[in-house]
């Protein structure tokens, strides 16, 4: 996909269930627009994905990558 720049899976295990937190990539806002519409918050589930899930979130939050690390 134009723009896509990677993504990270974390989990954490809780006491009934797991909870998973995607974290996407893009080159730019424009990218994601492309990808998503033009609703930027509106998450962009599967349904395969949903079947999967107990719950999830149906708005997304963006950030500005401003320091990346890497050993």
């Known amino acids: 996909m134009d723009g896509y720049a990677g993504a ?12 998973v937190v995607v ?9 994601i627009r492309g990808f998503a519409g033009a609703d930027l918050e509106a998450a962009v589930v599967t349904d395969a994905a949903a079947a999967l899930l107990t719950r999830f979130d149906d708005r997304v939050q963006h950030y500005e990558l401003v320091v990346k690390d890497e050993i």
Request: net charge negative; aromatic share 4%; glycine share 0%.
């Open 8 to 19: 990270m899976l974390l989990e954490r295990d809780l006491s009934d269930a797991v909870e």
């Open 23 to 31: 974290i996407t990539l893009w080159r730019s806002l424009d990218a």
